[in-house]
């Protein structure tokens, strides 16, 4: 049966802390599914609990690209050098049965009228932002789906086809982009998240304080770069 209502999560990137909270309010908004958008793991300290937890309550999980690095540190190669580091932590940490699940993700996922999508959805292994106008065209050229899902960027924000929009409509095409659970990068710290109506066809974001100073406290005793445990302070 389609779910009717259905929270959108993504990036949670081993923050245990903001996880945790999306999940409380998600539960107090009695959604009828929830789906990730990717990279569950990389930059926090608790990326073997945030798997076990995504993969007990999501029904759908897509690859990110922090995922995939943590499965094959070439992938890394293009990071920064805090986000290399970070990628060697985790691969160095995940058991072998979370490396496993990982294997067999994949960044995109249709959904009948819906797509969901790590990055962009043009090259989608190519781990595309969706940020510039250009990138909004190249993505919306890529998916014939009403509406497209991302993360990736950290950013949440709403496209149409002729622009940034305040809201999604029945009529036209939308591209949204939910925001981070784990790292939010638009100057609030607070978690972000997304809910989708498929009945009334309305979206709704969510911003939620978490306990994110439990959450920096753990990526500097796990030895991981301070500039990681900083920067959810701070929201960037």
């Known amino acids: 049966m389609k779910p009717k209502r259905f929270a959108i999560i993504s990036d949670i990137h081993g923050n245990l802390e903001a996880l945790t909270r999306a999940f409380e309010v998600i539960d107090e908004e009695r959604v009828d599914d929830i789906v990730c958008l990717g990279d569950t793991v990389g930059y ?24 995939a690095a943590s499965i094959d540190l070439a992938v890394a190669n293009q990071f920064t050098l805090n986000a290399q580091l970070s990628a060697i932590w985790t691969f160095s940490t995940l058991d072998e049965e979370s490396k496993t699940f990982l294997r067999g993700l994949r960044p995109t996922h249709p959904l009948d009228e ?68 784990g790292q939010p990068r638009d100057g609030n710290p607070d978690l972000s998240f997304g809910i989708f109506d498929r009945e009334q066809w309305k979206y709704q974001n969510l911003r939620v304080e978490y306990d994110f100073k439990t959450a920096a406290k753990k990526i500097r005793d796990a030895g991981l770069p301070r500039a990681l445990a900083d920067r959810l302070t701070i929201g960037m």
């Open 44 to 67: 926090g300290a608790n990326p073997v609990e945030c798997l076990k937890l995504v993969r007990s309550r999501c029904s759908i999980i897509l690859l990110g690209n922090h995922d």
């Open 114 to 181: 819906v797509l969901l999508s790590h990055g962009s959805p043009y090259e989608p292994h190519e781990w595309h932002y969706v940020i510039s106008e250009f990138d909004m065209r190249e993505a919306f050229e890529a998916f014939t789906e009403k509406i497209c899902f991302v993360g990736h960027s950290h950013i949440p924000i709403i496209f149409s086809e002729q622009g940034e929009s305040d809201e999604i409509a029945r009529q036209g095409r939308f591209l949204v982009n939910v925001g981070s659970v």
